[in-house]
């Protein structure tokens, strides 16, 4: 079990309660993918799902139901053990520990889904995640929903879950600053090993033992390990290159533990110091998130957040005599000030302008980006929004 089993009742209860009356939610763990003929990918559970029960296998059915009363009832479809399957890939979660973790009593084998589907006659509106991943989206023609389709709207679950989700407990807030804690301490570990003729795949690889070995969910995505120009290209993943004396590397990385994600950026001299122009520039930086920092509150809009940014880097870079007055500030700075953290690194949100609330885990990650200089530096740390402005994790 990663979170508490409250955590997954109390989640369920506030979506049980936006529901309309005489509907039916379907909401699914995923399928696993094939890789190659005798192996798939790792599975990775439907956020959403997870969000809700606390279980993380595959083919797993979350069904909820309100009737004209507006009483929710709460079911689980889990797979039957296959003794023979058992053996080489392991066991099932079995029906008691199905109830342990989500603390939903209710528990069947899938099979029974499509009669259990078939006995909801009165239902009127039926809701899917429609934003999922394509593995994890619920296959109708599974579920015995052919007749009931028929006779119901269909409604999205996601704006809901996205709402509920953006503002975060103090049990998710808990496991993500331990995810940015080890986060932290993996890059500590990594700057006291750098040095130049490394390569950039050692250090990730690094990190993602260090992670490991403190006994989390592994990585929260995949590590950015970027070397003198690299650096300017934000996603840049390959991490194949050498480290050379003089550049600067940016690291961009995280740890998942019980299934949240830490988030931070740290751009770092290979040798250990930087020159006179690359203090400058990473002084510059420090200076705009320490800014930043102070307007992260409680009514601010994520899209003036952004404009404030790109203000402050204007002005700083203008000062320091890196760019002509007036120029256009997005030829080096090419990304935004900061997104939503939580299940996902990019974490689920509402629609439209984000209007920053207290409970709102976000990154603040302002960047400088010189392709010719070969320069690109990020600094980003997690904050979470208070009633008084935010507190860095």
Known sequence: MALSQTFYINNREKLGS?????????????????????????????????????????????????????????????????????????????????????????????????????????????????????????????????????????????????????????????????????????IAEIKALMKPGMHEYELAAFFEYFVKKEGTDGLAFETIVASGQNATVLHYVSNRCSLKSGDLVLFDLGARVDGYCGDLSRTLPVNGEMTTLQEKLVTIVKSVQQEMFCAYKPGAVMKDLQNQTKELFLEKCCSAGFIPENNDITEFYYHGIGHTLGLDTHD???????????????????????EKLGIGIRIEDDVVITDQGCEVL
């Open 18 to 186: 936006q529901l309309a009356i005489n509907s039916l939610a379907i909401i699914f763990s995923g399928r696993e993918i094939e890789m190659t003929e005798d192996a798939n990918y790792p599975f990775f559970a439907n956020n959403n799902f997870y969000y809700l029960t606390g279980i993380r296998e595959p083919n797993v059915v979350l069904v909820l139901s309100k009737n004209h009363q507006g009483v929710i009832s709460q079911q689980l479809f889990i797979e039957e053990a296959d003794p023979v399957k058992e053996k080489w890939v392991g066991k099932k979660i079995s029906n008691d520990e199905a109830k342990e973790v989500s603390g939903i009593e209710e528990v069947y084998y899938i099979k029974e889904l499509p009669k259990e589907v078939e006995r909801l006659s009165s239902i009127k509106t039926l809701y899917f995640d429609f934003k999922c991943p394509k593995h994890q989206s619920f296959k109708t023609e599974d579920g015995g929903l052919k007749n009931i389709i028929k006779q119901c709207e269909l409604k999205d679950l996601h704006p809901i879950l996205a709402k509920m989700r953006v503002i975060k407990t103090p049990e998710e807030v808990m496991a993500i600053r331990k995810a940015i804690q080890i986060t932290k301490a993996g």
């Open 348 to 370: 689920v949100r509402p629609e439209g302008d984000l209007i920053l609330a207290p409970g709102m885990v976000m990154t603040v990650e302002p960047g400088l980006y010189l």
